[in-house]
């Protein structure tokens, strides 16, 4: 009998955070606004503020600091792609589960990734899965994922509104907190 397909990765669905920007926004709508903030005059004039809303999640991010609209667009889905990395969960199934590109950001057990770099929300995304499919067990998860449990709390702590929902859902479950 053949079991060839234990040794290869695993399937599982591309989560909304990892889609190029252009399949992203086909599932969101965009407005532009005014709001209060920087730009004088400018700012009552011109409509530079903007939201993005993710209609399959309901999930909604803005950005209106900046005095240009396309600029403000980009902070919007930034920060939308950071709102659907935890918001948004994922199938995991068994076997070898990691993307490309988290083996091509996980060297030698160091997640190597800076939280302003745009491959982040997805890495994110797929640390966070993994946590949750893990029962919230850090160090399973980063078993799972081949990274140190250490490398794995530093990474998610560099997003600390992810790393508070992650140890609010541990203390639900019983488990003691994280420390960043």
Excluded at 1 to 28: G, I, N
Excluded at 86 to 96: F, S, T, W
Excluded at 105 to 123: E, F, G, Q, T, W
């Amino acid at each position: 009998m053949d079991f060839d397909f234990l040794d290869q990765p695993a399937q599982r669905p591309v989560h909304p955070a990892s889609l190029d920007v252009e399949t992203l926004l086909k599932d969101c709508t965009i407005t532009r606004g005014r709001a209060s903030g920087p730009g004088g005059q400018h700012r009552n004039k011109v409509e530079t503020h903007i939201t993005v809303l993710h209609h399959p999640s309901g999930i909604d991010a803005q950005a209106g600091e900046r005095r240009l609209a396309k600029e403000n667009q980009s902070v919007a889905i930034r920060r939308l792609r950071l709102k659907l990395a935890m918001g948004v969960r994922v199938e995991v199934p068994a076997g070898d589960i990691r993307s490309a590109l988290w083996k091509s950001r996980c060297v030698k057990n160091r997640i190597v990734c800076n939280p302003k770099h745009a491959d982040y929300p997805s890495l994110l995304a797929e640390a966070l899965d993994v946590i949750e499919a893990s029962g919230f067990d850090v160090k399973m998860a980063a078993a799972r994922l081949e990274c140190s449990t250490t490398q794995l709390i530093r990474f998610i702590g560099d997003h600390r509104p992810a790393f508070d929902q992650l140890n609010q859902s541990r203390e639900d479950r019983g488990l003691h907190r994280l420390k960043a």
